[in-house]
């Protein structure tokens, strides 16, 4: 595989091991989807299509702000 298919699959592995985590933690905080969107300020359908996989960065940081969880994103060009 081409290194930059490689680092662009890892990278959205890693973007959705991330997502995942951040819905564990909005579970287990016993959040509904609809208080998570009110509290980030955007709509539920927002909020689920981020969940479901719709890639958006600003809501990935917003989100584990949120949840007072540190992440770590690193961009290669």
Same mark, same amino acid.
């Given at each position: ?9 890892? @990278?959205?592995?890693? /973007? ?10 909005? %579970? ?6 609809? !208080?998570?969107?009110?509290?980030? @300020?955007?709509?539920?359908? %927002?909020?689920?299509? !981020? ?6 960065? /600003?809501?990935?940081?917003? /989100?584990?702000? %949120? ?9 290669? /060009?």
């Amino acid at each position: 595989m081409n290194k930059d298919v490689t680092e662009s699959v890892q @990278g959205l592995q890693n /973007y959705q091991s991330i997502v995942s985590i951040l819905i564990q933690e909005r %579970k287990e905080s016993k959040f509904s989807q609809e !208080f998570m969107a009110d509290w980030l @300020g955007v709509s539920r359908k %927002k909020l689920n299509e !981020f969940e479901q996989g719709k890639i958006d960065y /600003y809501l990935l940081c917003h /989100y584990a702000d %949120k949840l007072s969880i540190d992440i770590q994103l690193t961009m290669n /060009y």
